[in-house]
């Protein structure tokens, strides 16, 4: 059924469509533009850079809730467009092909990390307004990838929060506090926090104390992309 799927639908650059004349995930336009995570980051947050003791200032300032956080790329070119396109532009069926390509360059990660994964959840306000869950379709998607159990009962939005983009660290931290609640069954439990992009980390270290409160052993994060902070220091806040 898959082989006949691809060949009627076959496969296409996550960034911009343009049909791939074999398996992959981008043509070779968006290629280039395509960004990897460096290998010196921090062993913490992932924040690109070469650090002391390998451990990046705010996480020596703040140690994060989560005992590790990883994304494969930088949120950025190609990858963002992707991105975008799937959480905004109306595409969960990207988000096979995304969940794929995540396998692939977070295997040595997941090697490691064998927790189920729990998908960073909307609330069901926005859930209404953009008709699915992005985060929770690529933990699906990548569950079936790896043969793992997602568990996406195990988080839920409490409340709902004004959307990140834009903020402070401070407002962003300030405005997902109490936003999850976790269930009593992640006692005792790894668990792997999946979402689409780690900015700040405010969100995935709300949900990993509230899920550590809840009594998980460990929590770690996963996400596609993440956002080079001193990037994001230089913009503009709302």
Not at 194 to 199: A, L, N
Request: with cysteine; charged share 25%; hydrophobic share 40%.
């Amino acid at each position: 059924m898959e082989g006949l799927l691809e060949l009627i639908y076959p496969p296409a650059c996550v960034a911009c469509d343009e049909v791939l004349p074999g398996a992959g995930f981008f043509c070779d336009d968006c290629m280039p533009l395509v960004l990897e995570t460096p290998t010196p980051h921090c062993h913490r947050c992932a924040e690109p850079g070469a650090f002391q003791r390998a451990t990046c200032p705010r996480c020596e300032r703040r140690p994060p809730p989560f005992t590790r956080a990883y994304a494969p790329f930088e949120h950025d070119g190609a990858v963002a467009k992707a991105i975008h396109r799937f959480k905004y532009e109306q595409r969960p069926d990207l988000a096979r092909p995304l969940a794929a390509l995540l396998a692939t360059r977070a295997a040595a990660f997941l090697r490691d990390v064998t927790g189920p994964l729990v998908p960073l959840p909307l609330h069901t306000g926005r859930f209404r307004e953009r008709g699915y869950d992005q985060a929770t379709l690529l933990a699906v998607e990548l569950g079936r990838v790896l043969k793992r159990d997602v568990r996406d009962g195990w988080l839920e939005r409490a409340r709902a929060t004004e959307r990140q983009v834009g903020l402070s660290e401070d407002a962003r931290d300030a405005n997902v506090r109490g936003a999850f609640t976790a269930s009593a069954e992640v006692r005792g439990h790894e668990v792997v926090l999946v979402d689409d992009v780690y900015t700040t980390g405010s969100t995935a270290s709300e949900a990993s104390r509230v899920g550590l409160a809840a009594g998980a052993s460990r929590v770690f994060v996963l996400t596609l992309a993440r956002a080079r902070r001193e990037l994001m220091e230089l913009r503009p806040q709302g």
